[in-house]
């Protein structure tokens, strides 16, 4: 009943909207010249796959409780932070699973004690020098980045210590509806391999749509994450249009 080609469909309208510069809402990006940041959305070439957290990540549910990063589920209700309120968001899937393969990643550690492992072209917002937020590339975290992060349900910016680089077991990449998440209490985005993560949110919409429209009826786990190990088949999808059709839009 919901085929691949019925899928398809969906990510064929994600990307005409995509190429719809005149409708997408473009955000000024903020010049943050000493992390190496260009300011434009081809600065950084692809880089192979998308790759993302580490296994051993946390993840804070609405209820309050903690789940492993790979034990996500499709309609699992999370902890995000929007406009710097603590709000709840839906896992959809999951773009990336790794279970057995190394990545190499950036371990960044808080004044607050918290720590995230993601790897170099991942997202992750900071609060600027004049106390907007913008989006980094975790290879281009300096210490004292201030990043954004929940201390005793309450929204702090506490500034980076310490960055680490090392070798991990297995990566995990979801994707919610509002495109962020907390890993270990510390937000980060749930796109990589693009520098514009405003960007990368508005091309997914036909997945948030689809997945709207199965959990009106009734239909879990529509894109078999469970079951699937390995880049998702909807990116690899979604990646072939990208460079297809626009090469400066490097997604995943």
């Given amino acids: 009943m919901y085929s691949k080609t019925n899928i398809f469909c969906i990510i064929f309208i994600g990307f005409i909207l995509l190429l719809d510069t005149e409708s997408y809402p473009y955000y000024e990006p903020f010049e943050h010249h000493h992390h ?8 950084y070439p692809y880089q192979g796959r998308a790759q993302c957290f580490s296994a051993d990540s946390l993840i804070k549910l ?6 492993q990063i790979g034990n996500l589920k499709s309609g699992d209700e999370i902890i995000t932070i929007e406009q710097s309120k603590i709000i709840s968001t839906e896992m959809i899937m ?8 190394e990545a190499l990643f950036y371990k960044l550690t808080t004044d607050s004690g918290n720590e995230i492992s993601l790897t170099e072209y991942h997202l992750i917002p900071i609060m600027n020098s004049i106390g907007n937020k913008t989006y980094l590339f975790a290879k ?13 349900d309450k929204l702090i910016h506490s500034p980076v210590v310490n960055i680490t680089i090392e070798m991990k077991k297995g990566y995990y ?8 998440l907390l890993i270990n209490n510390i937000l980060a985005s749930c796109f990589a391999n693009i520098n514009d993560h405003y960007l990368a949110q508005y091309s997914m919409a036909p997945f948030r749509y689809y997945y709207k429209f199965t959990r009106f009826i009734s239909l879990h786990d529509p894109f078999n994450i469970n079951k699937t ?22 997604f995943l």
Wanted: overall charge negative; hydrophobic content about 35%.
């Fill in 229 to 250: 190990e390995g880049l998702h088949w909807t990116v690899n999808y979604m990646f072939h249009f990208a460079r297809y059709f626009n090469s400066d839009v490097l």
């Fill in 173 to 180: 990449a979801p994707l919610t509806m509002k495109g962020t």
């Fill in 94 to 101: 999951m773009l990336d699973r790794q279970i057995s393969k």
């Fill in 36 to 43: 190496g940041y260009e300011g434009n959305y081809g600065a």
């Fill in 140 to 152: 281009q975290i300096q210490i004292g980045d201030y990043l954004f992060v929940l201390s005793n």
């Fill in 62 to 67: 609405s209820n309050g409780e903690y789940k």
